[in-house]
């Protein structure tokens, strides 16, 4: 059984018929709901169709993946990858995330999480009672300081270059993403509102309802909790260092890098949320504050973010207007 994780809750008033589904996939929580009851199995549709595309694309988990098989033929520095469209756009994606965060969030960091005991899908690994086991010592060398990062990352159209040894990690901005193309495509395909929420990443498209969505931003039933509404195409992001998690030799890690460790990112927050035009911007300014730690406040007012920030005690910080 898959494990799932999210931070939003989807909640239409009692008054409101809506058509909603959900399923589990990329180990997290998934959930389409449209404004028209009878479009939601189609929203469905196109919804899992880009995930199957993009888990084609840029899987670390999957051998077949084009991620995968580009990792296994990168053994020369200079060499020229013909890539396909997709996958392109992922790495660019991902680029641009680099560049708007100086490094903060970093594309390069796959052969770091394998070696921090991360080189399965979590639903892969988890074993009763939610908790992952310890990796066995000995099993890879924890990654302290890396030879390339993503600015020596070379992208021309479908062609790309990069050092030996660099396997791709497009885990958050290509999440984001699918959300994004998701709900865009999936509103314009059966004309109605539609929202997708794909664990912590959330988009909204199309005409929604006349007084926004609701949504319940809570990473759990112990966290705290508020609730925000989403108008017009909108879009929400939630960074967590509460889920994703494995112990090793005792220690216990989550997945997100400091590209500047290789190590997980200090766990100053448990979770931070951004309200923003695109779940890849919402994303990558969430991803990046957790990175930055004690000067995630700071980057996100910098940014002009609207922001929720909840600390390791549990304090809660807004930032920029947070939408309360």
């Keep these: 059984m898959a494990s799932t994780s999210t931070a939003h809750s989807v909640d239409p008033p009692g008054s409101v018929d809506y ?5 589990s996939a990329w180990s ?17 549709r196109i919804v ?7 888990d084609l694309a840029a899987s ?6 084009e991620t995968s098989r580009l990792s296994r033929v990168t053994s020369k520095a200079g060499v020229d990858h013909e890539i396909s469209p997709l996958l392109a756009e992922l790495v660019e994606t991902a680029l641009v995330a680099a560049r708007l965060t100086d490094g903060s969030v970093d594309p390069t960091l796959g052969t770091c999480l394998e070696d921090l005991g991360y080189g399965r899908d979590i639903a892969d690994v988890v074993v009763a009672g939610g908790t992952m086991p310890a990796v066995p010592a000995g099993q890879g060398t924890v990654c302290l300081s890396r030879r390339s990062t993503w600015r020596d990352i070379r992208l021309e159209g479908r062609h790309l270059q990069m050092p030996a040894g660099v396997l791709l990690d497009l885990g958050a901005t290509a999440k984001a993403w699918t959300a994004d193309r998701a709900a865009t495509h999936a509103a314009a395909a059966i004309g109605c509102g539609v929202l997708v929420s794909l664990g912590g990443d959330l988009r909204a498209d199309g005409e929604g309802p006349p007084d926004g969505w609701p949504i319940l931003v809570q990473d759990g039933d112990d966290q705290p909790s508020t609730t925000v509404c989403l108008t017009g195409a909108q879009a929400m ?28 990112a200090d766990r100053v927050w448990r979770t931070v949320s951004v309200a923003a035009a695109t779940c890849v911007l919402a994303n990558t300014l969430t991803t990046a504050a957790v990175v930055r730690a004690s000067s995630a406040v700071e980057f996100l007012a910098s940014h002009g973010a609207a922001a929720r920030l909840v600390a390791d005690n549990g304090t809660v910080h807004t930032v920029g207007g947070w939408p309360a």
């Design 19 to 23: 058509g909603s589904q959900e399923w």
């Design 237 to 264: 992001a939630t960074s967590s260092t509460l889920h994703r998690t494995w112990w090793r030799d005792g220690d216990r890690f989550h997945h997100i890098v400091d590209p500047m460790t290789g190590m997980s």
């Design 28 to 44: 997290t929580a998934i959930k389409v709901v449209t404004t028209e009851p009878g479009a939601v199995v189609e929203a469905r």
């Design 60 to 65: 670390r988990f999957r051998p077949d993946s």
């Design 48 to 54: 899992e169709s880009w995930i199957e595309r993009v």
